[in-house]
């Protein structure tokens, strides 16, 4: 089995910046795309970045140019840098990775960590 860990939510006031980590553990093979989902209070999960295993990003037009996704694979980590944050960033951010599911022919599969709450506010 693969746990993720999160850690860096917490409270933040507008224009501030919050780093977010996640840590894969256990049995770990090989991984593909590593990124971030977040949920508001009241709305669906909504993509805010993935990554790739060339390094090649992808952003929600939300937080283009404020968000800023980045991976160690020597770590199994994936980070989420926040700058200039907005109350509308408001949310329970969810890493996730897809990793190699063994003997099944090159399948991936997505494995998500338990959510991390970032609140902007004043």
């Known amino acids: 089995q693969v746990q993720l860990v999160e850690s860096g939510g917490g409270l933040v006031q507008p224009g501030g910046s919050l780093r977010l980590s996640c840590a894969a553990s256990?049995?770990?093979?090989?991984?593909?795309?590593m990124g971030w989902y977040r949920q508001a209070p009241g709305k669906g999960r909504e993509l805010v970045a993935v990554i790739s295993t060339s390094d090649s990003e992808k952003y929600a037009d939300s937080v283009k140019g404020r968000f800023t996704v980045s991976r160690d694979n020597a770590k199994n980590t994936v980070y989420l840098q926040m700058n200039s944050l907005k109350p509308d960033d408001t949310a329970v951010y969810y890493c996730?990775?897809?990793?190699?599911?063994?003997?099944?022919?090159?399948?991936?599969?997505?494995?998500w960590g338990q959510g991390t709450l970032v609140t902007v506010s004043s």
């Open positions: 996730f990775i897809n990793q190699l599911v063994p003997n099944s022919g090159g399948r991936y599969l997505g494995v």
């Open positions: 256990g049995r770990i093979f090989s991984i593909s795309a």
